[in-house]
């Protein structure tokens, strides 16, 4: 590395999780889909599914190249009924600290890790129409910061 710094090795497979697989989770999967390509699996789900995707997750990300409006929300209930298997990941990252907890419950019988990632919820915050942006904005580069910092610049990066 150029800087210096070393990351870790991607996982084969890695499962995002926050409450509702509206807003944090799946700005989450399109940005490590982004970074880093076909190199690892990823998708994304929520404690429930009772929400679409929200619509200001999907301007953040579009700001910075990452497509979420053809996202479909689901829960941990129809992922393994879509036939992912939970056991089949590498790595769960949780949002939020309820799906912090399904997930703990979910592979408490598999040898799996289940990381918190504290990152903001900013639904129902902001004042206003910019703040609010601003808000899903601290959002995204959190979650982008917080998977650079793990495992690198991504695959553009790499290129250059």
């Known amino acids: 590395m150029a800087d210096g710094k070393t ?4 996982p084969q497979s890695v499962l995002f999780c926050c409450d509702h697989n509206s807003v ?3 700005m989450a999967e399109g940005i490590m889909k ?3 390509g076909k190199q690892s699996y990823v998708q994304s ?13 999907v301007a953040v990300c579009a700001e910075i190249g990452v497509e979420l409006s053809r996202h479909r929300s689901r829960s941990f209930d129809e992922m393994e009924d879509w036939g992912d298997d939970l056991s089949s990941f590498d790595l769960v990252l949780a949002l939020s600290p309820a799906s912090q907890r ?16 504290p990152i903001l919820d900013p639904t129902g915050l902001g004042d206003n129409r910019e703040a609010r942006l601003a808000l899903y904005r601290q959002a995204r580069d959190q979650i982008k910061d917080r998977l650079i ?12």
């Open 34 to 36: 982004q970074l880093y």
């Open 149 to 160: 910092g793990r495992w690198g610049p991504g695959i553009e990066a790499a290129e250059d």
């Open 7 to 10: 990351y870790e090795d991607l």
């Open 45 to 57: 789900v929520g404690v429930k599914n009772d929400l679409e995707i929200d619509g200001f997750s």
């Open 102 to 117: 399904r997930a703990l419950d979910l592979t408490q019988f598999y040898h799996l890790d289940v990381e918190y990632w």
């Open 24 to 26: 944090r989770s799946p």
